[in-house]
Antibody, heavy 124, light 111 residues
Framework: EVQLLESGGGLVQPGGSLRLSCAAS????????MTWVRQAPGKGLEWVSA????????YYADSVKGRFTISRDDSKNTLYLQMHSLRAEDTAVYYC?????????????????WGQGTTVTVSS | QSVLTQPPSVSGAPGQRLTISCTGS?????????VHWYQQLPGTAPKLLIY???NRPSGVPDRFSGSKSGTSASLAITGLQAEDEADYYC???????????FGGGTKLTVL
């Protein structure tokens, strides 16, 4: 069974840092692009970042560019999101999702498997 | 404000057919880019419902269908059931922003 399990969320002060992890199982992790999507309380979905299979290319939303770094360790079947300079507006449930292609670029395909999410709260 | 515009809410009685619209522009849906739809049941993660505008992943009932015309896309649900009560999101690619974008979401209520 294909599964994604996020961890690493929590309460952090404004300006602080946090690293999220997403453990994947049930598929050949290195063959697929992966992505992070967040959902602020009571709000809709917002795409945050993506990484191609093999980690050769990374992509970021303007709202997090320069503050967040996406990475992957294919030997551990794990996706990461390192978050720095956190702001109150980064408060959200962060989902990792699998993309059914090794490449993120293009317009085809949706995110076909999602984790259950991990909650990040930025507050003093 | 989202690049893709969805009605905040729709409602229907069991057994009815309803549609959820997703209105974009010439830099996304109107440019020919595919539209994908997600269903988010209360308190759960989103689930892919329709991909590449008209395709259903394995396990999604054929009561759900997608279409596109011009700068808009639609998700149709026939034979509405109580278990369909959820939030629905459209998603496409925007060439002006060079990113994948989501609609604001539509809350479906089954009366």
């Amino acid at each position: 069974e294909v599964q994604l399990l996020e961890s690493g969320g929590g309460l952090v002060q404004p300006g602080g840092s946090l690293r999220l992890s997403c453990a994947a199982s049930g598929f050949t992790f290195s063959n697929y692009a992966m992505t992070w999507v967040r959902q602020a309380p009571g709000k809709g979905l917002e795409w945050v970042s993506a990484i191609s299979g093999g980690g050769f290319s990374t992509y970021y939303a303007d709202s997090v560019k320069g503050r967040f770094t996406i990475s992957r360790d294919d030997s551990k079947n794990t996706l990461y999101l390192q978050m720095h300079s956190l702001r109150a507006e980064d408060t959200a449930v962060y989902y990792c999702a699998k993309f059914p292609s090794i490449l993120w670029s293009g317009h085809k395909y949706g995110m076909d498997v999602w984790g259950q999410g991990t909650t990040v709260t930025v507050s003093s | 404000q989202s690049v893709l515009t969805q009605p905040p809410s729709v409602s229907g009685a069991p057994g009815q057919r309803l549609t959820i619209s997703c209105t974009g522009s010439s830099s996304n849906i109107g440019a020919g880019y595919d539209v994908h739809w997600y269903q988010q049941l209360p308190g759960t993660a989103p689930k892919l419902l329709i991909y590449n505008t008209t395709n259903r992943p394995s396990g999604v009932p054929d009561r759900f269908s997608g279409s596109k015309s011009g700068t808009s896309a639609s998700l149709a649900i026939t034979g509405l059931q109580a278990e369909d009560e959820a939030d629905y999101y459209c998603q496409s690619y925007d060439s002006s922003l060079s990113v994948r974008v989501f609609g604001g979401g539509t809350k479906l209520t089954v009366l």
